[in-house]
């Protein structure tokens, strides 16, 4: 079984990379992989070749196949056609336990870990054998301090930080010694710096003659650790590359089939000018026990600057953005617009003060699921003065036409006209919902997470718009958890740490390094100290 | 081969609309196993069922009575339940209507003018609201479940209602039976259209119309539908989420009051230790089967209260229990229910030999 097998794509690209590749034996042939959701084909006759000890990226849009590949390939889903051999020989993969006897393991994007249990207990559940607690407890030792992810095996789950959960699932992986460990977004919870951590530990792998398949939006480290790439759009392999000998605009545009624009923050400097929002010692206490507490946020939004705030999942972004919008009240003094007091006011006060609004999730916050998307426009403009309610009755003809108005403007596609929100793909209803906000022309805009989850054309067409929009004059506020992203549109950056906020810097003066030192706690101990 | 139930991409319209026919097929289906089974004809059994009550001037009109409170009481219900507030009280709703309706005519039986009637109605209302409020505000105040607490206000209100009329609203003149005194005629809902029907009738369905255009057209209907489709998204449009469950609690209630109160105006004339055959619970199976539309629940209404009027009819003359009306009614919902799950999916059969798919979380 020869690599050329895997060489489908177009070869004026991986002439290189295959001779790259050349020297490794073959792992994993799966070759006309085919599987069918009800009228929609996830994937569609996939060829995909996997040699020993190489980082091999699955690249692709959302929804163009990659989580139903390798869900194949760990056996939680069976191919409606295809075959897959192992080692040369034909397997079929009828569920996770049979994949794992095989020698193959999966680090989940979101963890199932129980965080009651300490860390070996953890372990021990995903065992087939995990023998005795205490010598687990030192084989965990032994292998994470090898591998450079050390743990503690005595700690309990829920003291510990996102990243060190990652580490106990990838422990959890090495243990049962697997020849390929598939790993879905991996870093997309990760500090820079424990991303690096990370990728020492995957080179040590590949070296040691363990194939990795990793999946990831971050195109930028799909170049840097990555040896071969395979991408997916529409269910189909379009292209294989050498992901060192592309560049990551390159990279984007196989995974789009087509050119991505990139961004531009216009001309010169931002023309700053007065403050729209503020956050003075923003304090809120944490709902529920998995909630975070905000502490002390300070903030100044001034008009024409898009200010970005890092940080990594979970550490309060949801609850700020709540605080800002009205929808988590708090004392009136803590949250100003234009000066007004209005902590304790509503949403719909804060919308008629020209503030507009995009949560994070699309689907069940920012839109409701089963409305159309005319439907929609009213949950958030019903009080804005756009004539869609009189006399107490909703004007579904002046809904239909800015629903018209915002698909053509923000290009968002649609099977037929004015459909439920929940039919829509994630970023084409990203698109309406980001457009519903900016068709208002908003003085504050306040996003979260507004490309989370979105393919490069989408994301380009939103980051663009929200540049457009503060050099306009407005004051724009961007929650997100995608560095690239911050570093290609702020003009400032704070980072937000386990409900603490760090002062907002100029853009030109942060690295990556010190949002990362920021993300990791910098941010905690500055706000301590303010 | 096996059936499976693959999610559409968008609500079906024609589902919407045929579910409610499938689910009364599939019922008429059930009720004709059960009569062949019981030993009689089951065609005699349907027919006597669901199609002599309507080929006779008086069991139209007993039809027409059934169906009023039926309908009144399920438009409430509609609204707490498109906006997710679990209203399963309507019964002690009705009952407490009816006895705040009485008022007047029980315990002030001189106060007789055209105000009367006008004045007994809206205390209905109130009388039901208030009820009502009391598992509403439980929930906003304490987050209780409003299933629990307004289920279990309903046997305080039969309780209420048995006492009054056995105690203190006892007929003075009434050898002692537990029954209140005969409403006055100024207290007594009218005969309309040549005694077909009582007033209460037609203002019920202007009321089902005017929810109808309410539901549909006004923010006040977006609001509710969308609390009860998405509650975050509600509160991200700036909806109160406490604000509606006590609003649409005390619309069911005082819809249900009224009807209690009209029931007892109209049809009964009194208060008796029973007034309800168990109308504020055979509501929620009309509001289902209506669709939560109040134009649906109308002809919802008519087929509920031919299966009292038909339960009567095929005992009488086949000697059936008259239970076979509550065994229909409770198949009803459940096939109700159990079609609409066809408007978000569609049954797909397969044939390939196929190991169900593990969660992909280990």
Redesign the interface.
Known sequence: MGDNVAETGSPDHDGNASTHRSDRETLLNASGLTKR??DILANDNVDLVLNKGEIHALLGENGAGKSTLV?MF?????P?AGEISWNGRKVSI???AAARELGIG?V?Q?F?LFEALTVVENIAL?LPNPGKMQDLAKRVETVSRDYGLPLSPGDIVADLPVGIRQRIEIVRCLLQEPQLIIMDEPTSVLTPQEADQLFVTLQRLANEGCAVLYISHRLEEVKRICHHATILRHGKVVRECDPTKETAASLASMMVGADVASVSSGEGEAQVGQTRLTLQKLNAAAATPFATALNGVSLDLKAGEVVAIAGVAGNGQGELFDAI???MRVSPDMVLLDGTPCGNK???WR?KQNAA?V?E?RL????????KLS?NI???R??TGDRL?GG???SNAEAGNLEQRIKKAFDVRMSHDD??A??LSGGNLQKFVVGRELDREPGILVVNQPTWGVDAGAAALIRQALIDLARSGSAVLVISQDLDEIFEIADRIAVISRGFLSAAEPAAQMTRERVGLLMAGGAETQGEVA | MRLEL??R???SQAMALLSPLIAVTLTALSAAIIFSITGHNPLVGLYKFFIEPLTQQWSLEATIDKATPLILIGCGLAVCYLSNNWNIGAEGQFVVGALFGSVLPVLFPSFENAATLPLMLLFGAIGGALWALIPALLKTRFNTNEILTSLMLVYVAGLLLDYLVRGPWRDPGGYNFPESRIFSDAATLPEVFGGMMSLAAPITIAIAVILAVVLA??????EI??MG??P??G????FSAKGLTLFSFALAGALAGLAGTMEVSGALNQLLPSISPGYGFTAIIVAFLGRLNPIGIIIAGFVLALSYIGGEGVQSAMGVSNEIASVIQGLLLFFVLACDTLILYRI?MVT?R??S??????
């Open positions: 959701f009800g869900k760990y056996g939680s889903l069976d409606d009828n569920n996770p999966m989940f979101h199932s995903a919008s009205g929808e509503s949403i719909t919308r609004f949560p999730e069940g916050h920012g839109a409701v699921p089963g409305m439907q009213v949950l958030t019903h009080s309610v107490g009755f909703v459909p439920e929940r039919s | 693959v999610k991409k968008e609500h057209k006004t923010l006040k209907g977006f539908r969308v489709e998405s975050r998204a509160s991200f449009a700036g797909r390939k196929s190991t798919a593990e969660a992909s979380h280990v």
